[in-house]
């Protein structure tokens, strides 16, 4: 999810229409992959569990040590390849983005490292921090993009509608 700066929240998304920084995962999405070991962009205070492990802003995961299954839902803006480039080099998790793939995030850090990705059918509604769901949509479609076998594995046992496409095969 999402930190411009100290003062605002991590795991979540920035809103311009809304003026807020922090939107949940969803609860069905991380249910359906879960379990995870660590969640480096965690919310201070999150109404559900996400993983073993957390690392709020106050922590700065970004630059703590990574083991284990990652849930990854990045600071979206100029930092989201930072995390995403970590998430690619650690090689174990899952992310959640928007699905641009046009963009120079994807080239380098999805296209040429995940093992698979599925494409969400529809938009997400994200959460408020106190567990309410969103009235609107995230305003643009999301992507769920694994790192590893098994979190290829997961993707496509989840359940979760949408499109999964396996980029590198049984390998």
């Known amino acids: 999810m999402m930190q411009l700066s100290l003062g605002r929240g991590m795991s979540s998304h920035h809103s311009a229409v809304a003026q807020r920084d922090e939107w949940l995962t969803p609860p069905h999405v991380l249910e359906a992959l879960q379990p ?8 201070i205070v999150c109404p559900w569990p996400i ?5 709020t802003v106050m922590q700065d995961g970004l630059s ?3 083991r284990g299954r990652v849930w990854l839902n990045p600071p ?3 930092k989201t390849r930072l995390w995403m480039r970590r ?8 992310a959640l983005i928007f699905a641009r793939t046009e963009t120079a995030i994807f ?9 698979a990705l599925l494409f969400l059918k529809g938009r997400l509604h994200f959460h408020y921090v106190d ?3 969103a009235a ?6 999301s992507v769920l993009v694994a790192y590893g076998r098994e979190n290829r594995d997961r993707l496509a046992q989840s359940g979760l509608p949408g499109k999964l496409i396996d980029i590198r095969g049984a390998a």
């Open 131 to 133: 567990g309410r769901r």
């Open 87 to 94: 998430l690619a080099e650690h090689g174990d998790g899952i």
């Open 76 to 78: 979206y803006g100029p």
């Open 36 to 43: 995870f070991d660590l969640d480096p962009c965690a919310p």
């Open 51 to 55: 993983a073993r492990e957390h690392y």
């Open 64 to 66: 703590q040590p990574w």
């Open 107 to 115: 080239f380098p850090w999805v296209w040429d490292h995940a093992a």
């Open 136 to 141: 609107a949509n995230s305003g643009a479609p």
